[in-house]
């Protein structure tokens, strides 16, 4: 019986505790406590409705162009070498595009978000 009364105990303690968590925004910023913990906040992108939320589209297709860009450039080596640099600058660029893309559409917003670090 006792054992029972505390487990129940205990739940109730834990679900309270998380029940009355607080949230924090850019105003608390830089606020410490008591127990030596601080509300600490950053710029965190995240994603809404997007398909492609990783750019693996935009990503590909870039370092496609650019490796075929690429393979027209030079002989031997540096032939390779040209491919293998146009894929990487092309898939640098289709991923870029292809946020720029999703910024202006609103498929890719930064918020600003606080959380209580303790340390």
């Avoid at 054992?3 to 410490?32: H, N, Q, V």
């Avoid at 540096?78 to 491919?83: D, E, I, R, V, Y």
């Amino acid at each position: 019986m006792k054992k029972t009364i505390t487990s129940l105990l205990a739940a109730t303690l834990l679900l309270s505790g998380t029940a009355f968590a607080k949230t924090y925004g850019p105003a608390d910023e830089g606020r410490r406590f008591n127990d030596g913990s601080r509300v600490v906040c950053k710029n965190v992108e995240v994603r809404r409705s997007s398909k492609d939320s990783n750019r693996i589209i935009g990503t590909t297709t870039g370092a496609v162009l650019g490796g075929l860009l690429g393979n027209q450039v030079g002989k031997g080596n540096g032939k390779k070498a040209a491919t293998v640099g146009g894929a990487v600058a092309g898939g640098l660029i289709g991923r870029k595009v292809q946020g720029d893309s999703q910024a202006k559409k609103g498929d890719r917003v930064v918020e600003r978000q606080c959380t209580r670090v303790y340390r």
